[in-house]
């Protein structure tokens, strides 16, 4: 058995798991860099965030620290770069965080992943996506181990199964609104877009116990060839305005358009900084960071992870900076092999455990979902309400299959892929029926190895998933 | 008494797919279609054949299409596919064009993998999900408008007026027909059965439309003959059925023959393959616009969210037909992963229990593996049903 490293503890002796700690000997450096500034003006410095980290997270949120590598979740040991730990922060305040920006009177609003969020924001709301929902609701129950939270979140999942449908995977939030954990005023995605689940979950909303007081309503996002057609980014754009109006009754204010080209522009910067910082990943021989802080990093971009897009800012653009200056240096990250297989994930809401999929020789280069919203950035004179409009159709991630697939393959050729997974989970329906069909098609393109690879709804099957993802990696190596 | 008209339509059943071969091979054009909002009308005025394709039950025809499409699509869809992968149904090889809609995204995504692997020339009619908004009409008929030109460039007609308003003549008198038969199935000792009327509707999908209407013009006049006008209602201990949920495509016959072998009597649906595409239709003017509102403003289709419980139509139009038909029991049929339907189970449950209506969902699919599983199920809603009935009689 391999020594366990210094900064690794153990809680208490009846405790058998291993506790991460973010080693001293990082400190002073990562005190040197950049504060997190949030929308509302205020901001945390370096010194803050350590202290946070080392001293009241330890306590708050055990099960985070928790240094199994079968936990998906685990926190990154890339403990220089100061991205990593800022991240981590925001996530563990996500409860704190979002229960001031509420009580600041900021309506909050559920969303879907994967779509932009700019109209929420410029009409004054958060908005929070199924894993924000779930985080906050997490943070409000301190001191748990992994399995205590896990258990927590799987009985928390139960309520929506008994409410809703077994078969249900995206509950957009119901047992967590309905059941009172999260405050949220409105449950607003867009609908249709890459989701089966997420406009059944939204109606589901209207039997539960606080039907009353959370405002539904359905962004409806036109299908086939949305992106050609005039009548269908008129029609998206009338839902975009009804969206902010609804807000608007919320606020008691009025959402003009130069707030929402205002806000726009604030997210094409994160959009930017994503793209910029995915072709200088993409560009280096050695990865410049493990696959988990690479996907978080990417993932900022959509400025919907923390339900504070300020915030998210202020990470990318350091975070730009160290990935430039990482890729520079030739550096080399821990635990990732120099010529590991790189693998491109396709579908949705499923992803290997990135740590085990690093120890199998392998890292995760990039995806599909959560990153075909980013890459499309709004034009930002004219109209935004149309324009913006005219964007959201145009993700390629919901593009007739050919286009799909040509996008995707662009992804995979710019991040030098050995090849392609493609994962979906039990409950998925719309994802998993063009499964094959994707493939194929990247197949036939590139002449990559693919894998389809389903997953369980419960992730109680992670292990299986893992052990094809393993084998895959031994083919492609 | 025997019904002639009823005889006539199982053997034109019979005869259409010959006549399809023929009247192709002089020149005429097939739209075969699943969906569940697409205004046929069109089809029809712009003089292509429009043919309802899909069937259900065939557990070999779902494995097939599992090939291509995902073994978490519904079973409707997987064997959609399955078909299109087999291509020996007359009515799939019979299209010369293939149409489907976006009400159901299984259906649009079933559109996309017919494209791709069986290389057939495919329309998508888009369907808003807000369909309740004025917006989502205007973008409905510009979605119509543009699915007609397409079919315009195939035909070489130009859809005018007239003929749309022929077409939706026609239309609107098949709707009428079959919203005047339906109720003789309700009756005591009824000339004519609920699944003898669910098989005249789906006749429908494929039989010459027009030769259609005149068929339920003659089996309307003879069960008015023989029965006068319908009065609803049965003996006092009859366990009376009302089927709800997911579609029972032409050939799923699982459910139906369970009932018949336990003497459960299906007594009225509100299924999208059974009577509710029928009712509700009120076209106000021969436009593509009015008729893309009067689709959008019948009763929705499960794949529609609506957010509102209190003004659900849905819910509204389920509990005035199990009234009209005084049914005693509901069985809500959910196709495995036919979200629509199974996220709404329990809610609709929720719902019939207050009014004292018990609800019992089954949840299956086309492979026979669970057939002893659902019929004991269906004998213990039945019996209780029936006992219901009778303790509601004795008091
Ligand atoms: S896995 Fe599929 S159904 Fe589930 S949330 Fe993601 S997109 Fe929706
Ligand atoms: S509504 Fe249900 S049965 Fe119909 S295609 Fe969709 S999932 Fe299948």
Redesign the interface.
């Known amino acids: 058995m391999s020594a366990v490293p210094q900064y690794i503890t153990r809680s208490s002796v009846s405790d058998t798991a291993e506790y991460f700690r973010y080693p001293d000997e990082v400190r002073e450096q990562f005190i040197a860099t950049d504060d997190i500034e949030f929308r509302d003006g205020s901001r945390v410095t370096s010194l803050e965030v350590w202290d946070y980290l080392t001293q009241v997270g330890p306590v708050k949120y055990p099960n985070l620290y928790d240094n199994s590598s079968l936990y998906t979740g685990r926190l990154s040991h890339d403990v220089t770069f100061a991205f990593n730990l800022k991240n981590a922060y925001l996530s563990m305040t996500m409860h704190e965080r979002m229960t001031k920006a509420k009580a600041q009177g900021r309506p909050i609003v559920f969303v879907q992943g994967g779509q932009s969020v700019d109209p929420y924001y410029a009409a004054g709301a958060v908005a929070l996506r199924p894993a924000s929902t779930g985080s906050w609701a997490r943070g409000q129950r301190e001191g748990l181990t992994r399995n205590q939270d896990e258990l927590e979140s799987r009985s928390d999942k139960q309520k929506a199964y ?4 077994f ?2 995977c995206n509950s957009a939030g119901y047992e967590h609104i309905q059941e009172g954990n999260v405050p949220a005023d409105m449950v607003a995605p867009y ?2 877009l890459r989701c ?2 997420v ?9 539960g116990p606080r ?1 009353k007081e959370v405002k ?3 962004v ?5 060839h ?1 992106r050609d ?1 005039e ?2 980014i ?2 998206f754009a ?2 975009l305005h ?1 969206l902010t109006r609804s807000i608007d009754e919320q606020t008691g204010r009025k959402t003009t358009d130069d707030d929402l080209a205002r806000e726009i522009k604030l997210h094409n910067e994160g959009r930017r900084l994503a793209i910029e910082i995915a072709d200088l990943w993409w560009s280096a021989d050695l990865a410049p960071t493990n696959g988990r802080d690479r996907r978080s990093l990417f993932l900022l971009g959509g400025m919907e992870t923390h339900g504070d897009p300020v915030a998210s800012l202020s990470l990318l653009r350091e975070a730009r900076r160290d990935i430039e200056k990482r890729v520079r240096q030739g550096h080399r990250t821990e635990g990732v092999l120099d010529n590991a297989a790189r693998l491109f994930v396709c579908g949705s809401c499923v992803f290997p455990n990135d740590l085990r999929t690093e120890e199998a020789g392998g890292i995760i280069v990039g995806n599909d979902n959560h990153w075909s919203d980013i890459t499309t950035l709004v034009n930002e004179d004219g109209d935004p309400y149309y324009e913006l409009a005219r964007a959201v159709l145009s993700y390629p991630y919901e593009q ?2 050919k286009e799909r697939a040509g996008w995707t393959v662009d992804q995979i050729r710019k991040s030098r892929t050995d090849g392609v997974l493609f994962l ?1 989970k ?5 994802q ?6 994707l493939v ?2 990247i197949k036939a393109q590139t002449g990559i190895p693919t894998i389809i690879i ?1 997953d369980d709804m419960t992730r109680t099957q992670t292990e299986q998933l893992q052990n094809r993802v393993n084998s895959f990696i031994e083919m492609v190596s | 008494m025997a019904l002639n008209a009823l005889e006539l339509i199982y053997k034109r059943l019979r005869e259409r797919p010959q006549e399809l071969v023929e009247a192709r091979a002089n020149g005429a054009k097939v739209v075969g279609f699943q969906a569940y909002n697409l205004p046929e009308e069109v089809i029809y005025a712009l003089g292509l054949i429009p043919v309802r394709l899909g069937s259900g039950g065939d557990g070999d025809l779902v494995e097939v299409g599992g090939r291509y499409i995902s073994t978490k699509n519904c079973v409707y869809v997987r064997s959609t596919v399955g078909l299109f992968a087999e291509n020996t149904d007359p009515y799939i090889v019979n299209s010369d064009i293939v149409a489907f809609d976006a009400t159901c995204l299984q259906t649009f995504r079933t559109a996309e993998v017919v494209q791709y692997y069986f290389n057939r020339e495919v329309i998508i009619l888009g369907v808003p999900r807000n369909f309740y908004l004025q917006e989502a009409h205007t973008y409905f008929a510009a979605e119509l408008r543009h699915f007609v030109s397409r079919l315009e460039a195939i035909s070489g007609v130009t859809l005018t007026r007239e003929r749309l308003a022929d077409s939706i003549a026609l239309y609107n008198g098949i709707r009428d027909a079959i919203v005047r038969i339906y109720p003789y199935q309700a009756t005591k000792n009824p000339a004519i059965s609920w699944e003898q009327v669910f098989d005249v509707i789906q006749a429908g999908y494929v039989l010459d439309r027009r030769e259609y209407l005149g068929l339920l013009e003659s089996l309307l006049a003879e069960l008015v003959q023989q029965r006068g006008a319908p009065v609803i209602g049965g003996e006092d201990d009859e366990a009376r059925i009302f089927i709800s949920g997911s579609t029972i495509p032409p050939g799923d016959k699982k459910l139906i023959s369970i009932m018949q072998e336990l003497g459960g009597r299906i007594v009225g649906d509100d299924l999208w393959s059974g009577l509710i595409p029928y009712v509700d239709v009120q076209i106000e003017d021969a436009t593509l616009e009015a008729l893309a509102s009067a689709y959008l403003n019948r009763t929705p289709h499960g794949a529609l969210p609506y957010l509102e419980l209190a003004t659900d139509r849905r819910i509204k139009r389920l509990k005035e037909l199990i009234t009209t038909f005084k049914a005693n029991g509901v069985i809500y049929h959910t196709l495995r992963y036919c979200d629509p339907y199974t996220f709404k189970a329990k809610e609709t449950k929720d719902i019939l229990e207050k009014e004292g209506i018990p609800l019992l969902e089954l949840h299956t699919e086309y492979a026979g593996s669970d057939f002893e599983a659902i019929r004991t199920r269906v004998e213990a809603f039945v019996e209780m049903v029936k006992l219901r009935a009778e303790s509601e009689e004795a008091a």
Do not use: F, M
């Open positions: 008994n409410a809703i449908s078969e249900v609908t249709a089966s689940d406009s059944y979950g939204t109606e589901a909303h209207r039997h039907a539904l309503l359905l409806d996002y036109p299908l086939d949305q057609k009548w269908a008129r029609y009338d839902n009804r007739p299959l979906y039990w409950g998925c329906n719309t998993s029926a063009i499964a094959r069909l194929d098609e389903e």
